[in-house]
Nanobody
Framework: QVQLVESGGGWVQPGGSLRLSCAVS????????MSWYRQAPAGKQRELVA????????NYADSVKGRFTISRDNARNTVYLQMNSLKPEDTAVYYC??????????WGQGTQVTVSS
């Protein structure tokens, strides 16, 4: 069974850093793309933060370019999101997603990130 488990969220002051991890129960090479999404409070839509292809090509939302870095460790079946220079508007629940060869999305349960002073 495919399971994705996020960790690393928490509270941080503006300008701080956090590293999120997404541990996957199967080989992440089964997925074409691994992604991080976030959903802010008050019913906002879930938005793509960053993704990384099987070949290592990365893509970022404009709002996080230059501050966030997505990476993958195939041997550990883990995907990371390094978040630097955090802003209050980065506050959200962050979700890990894996899209497989059949274009099915597999989601984690999410981890809360709160940026405030």
């Amino acid at each position: 069974q495919v399971q994705l488990v996020e960790s690393g969220g928490g509270w941080v002051q503006p300008g701080g850093s956090l590293r999120l991890s997404c541990a996957v129960s199967v080989s992440i090479l089964r997925f074409n793309t691994m992604s991080w999404y976030r959903q802010a409070p008050a019913g906002k839509q879930r938005e793509l933060v960053a993704d990384i292809s099987k070949g290592g090509t990365t893509n970022y939302a404009d709002s996080v370019k230059g501050r966030f870095t997505i990476s993958r460790d195939n041997a550990r079946n883990t995907v990371y999101l390094q978040m630097n220079s955090l802003k209050p508007e980065d506050t959200a629940v962050y979700y890990c997603d894996g899209r497989d060869w059949a274009n099915r999305d597999w989601w984690g349960q999410g981890t809360q990130v709160t940026v405030s002073s």
